[in-house]
């Protein structure tokens, strides 16, 4: 019988030190991060994950979003190397996390990968081009998902730190994206909704089983997903917005043989 785990970090108390590309530094309130973040691991655990909180790392500012470490395949774990240098040590412990349940594969110079810049949706893996994650790494990860069935492909996209503040999946065939940050092109094998304009930032969702998580700031866009028939629930995420977080970087979500 399978599980599905989701892997999850506590918020940092040096969050505020946490590396940052197209926003403003603003005070953050770890409190506040933190009971959001309990919130969202509620969430998780009440659809049916089993949720893997590793420690607090203090001395790693950004290492709440564990997303960005680690790419978990049904059939292999990649481990990423973060663009960002002050992320590099987040990688032995997630490592550690994964060994249970999956072989391990890692990313290596001069490759640069962060989690959240690769979108997997069924067969196809999306690599957003980014300054953390280069071309280097669309060839090893392509080296390393080859056997397994999987298309890599690097996608360029603008005005947002990874691939997935602008796409992420809503099913097996449908994505949900800003069309600003992305052309929708580059998906040609999947049936794309887009944000509500005014919404920007809500590309980023949660996919759980046949729930939809999406952050409480995009209501109109969650009403979008609504109305195209998606089981949705609101999370906020308001305090780890302002580290440049949002939904996904929070959680490595997958299933396991191993209880
Ligand atoms: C960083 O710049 O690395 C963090 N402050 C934010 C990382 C967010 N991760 C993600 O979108 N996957």
Redesign the pocket.
Known sequence: MSIRVAVTRGVSSSISE????HLDREPIDVDLARTQHARYERVLADLGCCIERLVEEPEF??SV?V??IAIVLDEVAIITR?G?LS?RGERSSIEAALQPHRPIQHIGAPAIL???DVLVVGRDVYVGLST?TNVNSVRQLREFVADYGYRVTGVGFKDC??L??SATAVSDDTLLVNPDWVDLSAFSGQACIVVDPAEPRGA?VIRVGDTVLFGADFPRTGERLSAEGFDVQPVEATELAK????L??CSLIFESAQA
């Open positions: 946490c590396e940052l590309t500012p950004d979003f997303e960005d973060p960002a992320r962060d989690g959240g953390r730190l990874h997935k503040s980023n580290a440049e977080g949002a996904t970087c």
